[in-house]
Every structure is written in C-alpha cells, then in structure tokens.
C-alpha cells in the first residue's frame, strides 16, 4: 500500500503548487489554494482518453497542439494569492504556449487554451458537470468537451456565450462534429476499440 502524501497545511498559489512537482502515484490540482487530490483514473478512462487523443491530433490545424493530462492555471486569483489549477484529461493550445513555458518555465493558462476536455470519472460527475464547468467558464476558456463514457458514449460541447457562461445543445452521440474552435468529427464509440 502507498502512503498519502502529506499535505502543505496551507493555502497554496499557483507558484507554490507548481513547486510540488510531479507525482505519479496520485493526480492533483488546486482548488481555491486546496490541494485536491485523486487516484489516477481507471484503464477505459485512460484508453479512452488515448483514443480521443489520437483522432483529435490527425484532425488539429497546424500551430494547434492536444496534450493529455496537464497543469493549466486557471488564472481566477491574483498572483500570490490562493489559486485555481486543473489538471484535464486533454487540452488543445496554440503551439506558442508551449513554446512559452519551454523559454520562460510555469504551466499553461486558461488564457492559452481553445478547448479543454474531461472524461467523467464515477466520482468526478458533479465535479465535471457543476464545478468544473463554472470554473472554465469563468476562466474564459472558449471550449469545454464533457465526455460520459456510460454506454451509449456522449460528448457535451459547452461554448462561452458571455455572460451566460457556457451554452450547450445537449448530449451528442456516435459522431460529433464541429467547425469551432477547428473543424474536426471524432468517433464517440471509437474511444473504445475492439
């Protein structure tokens, strides 16, 4: 059995958790200054999320890169101040916010991604649904992806509508496809092969 890690015992900034480094025993993210912390996500949620990776790399524009499992700054808290990280299953940015971090060091922001994803989890539901979505929302984050891996698979595409926070046409299964923020079609059922 693995020991939790401890925990700081205070507030943290964005700064300050960064410093954590990596751990790859648990998956972590900041919560207004909390560390949060979970046990990484099961085998068809990792295959999953390799699948939507590989369709959704073949179809991205040039200048545009998807990355699995990152850090992104939320940027809801003034620096030094307790603040607001997450870790989603995928992002896309352009590919000068990769660039920037390997010039200049820190972790992605809200202001550099177009879409973020996150595959529901039996005990993120509410999280991914309720607390995540109001908090890329209001982090300006144009896209938000909602995958539910219950059979049938759907995808939910939330889309800023300021100041509204996001708008979505419902559950979509099989096939969905969009022109915004690019023009991709990704397989749902795909996420599961053979």
């Known amino acids: 059995m693995t020991a939790v890690p401890e925990l700081p015992g205070h507030l943290l900034t964005v700064e300050a958790y960064a410093a954590l480094g990596e751990d790859d025993r648990y ?16 085998p068809d949620h990792m295959i999953a999320m390799g699948e ?10 040039a200048g545009l890169l998807a990355i699995l499992d990152v850090d992104v700054d939320l940027e809801l808290a003034p620096r030094g101040e307790p603040g607001f990280v997450r870790r989603p299953d995928l992002v896309v940015v352009p590919r000068s916010a990769v660039d920037r971090i390997r010039r200049d060091g820190g972790i992605l922001r809200a202001s550099d991604t177009l879409v973020i994803v996150e595959i529901v989890s039996p005990g993120s539901r509410r999280t991914d649904h309720v607390i995540k979505r109001g908090e890329y929302a209001d982090a300006g984050i144009p896209h938000y992806w909602i995958v539910d891996l219950d059979r049938p698979v759907t995808l939910i595409d939330c889309h800023l509508a300021a100041p509204f926070g996001y708008q979505d046409p419902g559950p979509v299964t099989g096939r969905f496809v969009t022109t915004e923020p690019f023009q991709v079609g990704l397989s749902l059922e795909g996420l599961f092969p053979g």
């Open 52 to 61: 939507l990776f590989a369709q959704l790399r073949q179809e991205l524009p």
């Open 27 to 42: 998956r972590s993210e900041l919560q207004e200054g909390n560390l949060v912390m979970s046990p990484s996500p099961a």
